[in-house]
């Protein structure tokens, strides 16, 4: 059964710093490996879906990388805002196409 | 705005008292999901259609059921709402199995 990490669980970060969120799964036998946002109390909110044939994806201010055959992927916020501030979720499959399996997230506070 | 919709967005229910959580989609998509997320943890996955396939979770307590009458609707029906039971319940759409989610804004589930 897929497994789901990510570390760390918290982080605290003024504004304007480049940070990195981690995620690591077990089953690397997958088609896509999807991020989220979810602000406190609210749904989530899709930031990057990366199919398992592609290394990253962009978006803004986020970069999303994923190496399948380590079972890691990363996520790149640029120049962090306080409106960045909310839960970051990384998701997969339970295998193949089945439906996804969620890390706890990581949990980001950007200070002013 | 082609979006997944859930109603209502708070929910209060009695113990013991059968609850019913809707969710409907304008995107026309296949697959609709029901995840069940308690506070500081990970969504967890109840069941989902395929179309009008169902399937169901090994772990889903049998008090919890679902409905797809048509591809734009999908009920949460659960029968008798223990404290445990309280929780986010997020209902969430794709294309198909291997595409991007997209989550509706979530009901919160209280249980007196």
């Known amino acids: 059964k897929q497994e789901v990490t990510q570390i760390p669980a918290a982080l605290s970060v003024p504004e304007g710093e480049n940070l990195v969120l981690n995620c690591s799964f077990t089953d690397s036998a997958i088609y896509n490996l999807q991020w989220f946002r979810q602000d406190p109390g609210k749904g989530l909110t899709s930031l990057l879906l990366?199919?398992?044939?592609?290394r990253e994806q962009t978006s803004g201010r986020l970069n999303a990388s994923l190496d399948k055959s380590s079972g890691r992927s990363t996520l790149y916020i640029a120049a962090s805002q306080p409106g960045d501030s909310a839960t970051y979720l990384c998701a997969v499959p339970n295998s193949g196409n089945t439906p996804l399996v969620f890390g706890k997230g990581t949990r980001l506070s950007v200070i002013a | 705005d082609a979006m997944v919709i859930q109603n209502p967005r708070y929910q209060v229910t009695q113990f013991g008292k059968p609850v019913t959580l809707s969710c409907s989609q304008t995107l026309n998509h296949n697959v609709m999901y029901w995840y069940q997320q308690k506070s500081s943890q990970a969504p967890k996955l109840l069941f989902h259609?395929?179309?009008?396939?169902?399937?169901n979770e090994a772990d889903t307590p049998d008090n919890f059921q679902s409905r797809r009458p048509n591809t734009s609707f999908c009920f949460l029906d659960i029968r008798s709402p223990g404290l445990g039971d309280a929780a986010m319940y997020l209902c969430?759409?794709?294309?198909?199995?291997?595409?991007?989610?997209?989550f509706g804004s979530g009901t919160r589930l209280t249980v007196v």
């Open positions: 969430a759409t794709s294309r198909d199995r291997s595409s991007g989610y997209t």
């Open positions: 990366i199919q398992s044939s592609q």
């Open positions: 259609y395929y179309d009008k396939d169902f399937n």
